[in-house]
């Protein structure tokens, strides 16, 4: 399973920004895709994620209403689109693809619920 990345880089403060993830090896219809990020000297922190189900993506509090999340099943790829950035959301932003099957999304928010990680891109917002 390899999960491929990109899209990051620099942007303004209230620009946007746009991720891609090539996924491959595996059903992927069948597992939540979605994002987490990584700050220096912080910890991973869930961004949001897309049900295996194609319903509503869910998000961290902190992006919700700023950022969204699509797919497209058949050519296996994830979108991050990055509305009103802000410095905060500099970060290394990674790919991940759930280890359940048919997983509920609100319990999925864990960095250990997710198996396969992309390589990391990076996304820095200046002020």
């Known amino acids: 399973v390899q999960l491929q990345a990109s899209g990051g880089g620099l942007v303004q403060a209230g620009g946007s920004l746009r991720l891609s993830c090539a996924a491959s090896?595996?059903?992927?219809?069948?597992?939540?895709m979605g994002w987490f990020r990584q700050a220096p000297g912080k910890e991973r922190e869930f961004v949001g994620l897309?049900?295996?189900?194609?319903?509503?993506?869910y998000f961290a509090g902190s992006v919700k209403g700023r950022f969204t999340i699509s797919r497209d099943s058949a050519k296996n790829t994830v979108t991050l689109q990055m509305n009103g950035l802000k410095p905060e959301d500099t970060a290394v932003y990674y790919c991940?693809?759930?280890?359940?099957?048919?997983?509920?999304?609100?319990?999925?928010?864990?960095?250990?619920?997710?198996?396969?990680w992309g390589q990391g891109t990076q996304v820095t917002v200046s002020s």
């Open positions: 991940v693809a759930d280890a359940e099957p048919f997983a509920i999304a609100s319990m999925r928010t864990d960095p250990s619920a997710y198996d396969y």
């Open positions: 090896g595996r059903t992927f219809s069948r597992y939540n």
């Open positions: 897309i049900r295996w189900s194609g319903g509503s993506p």
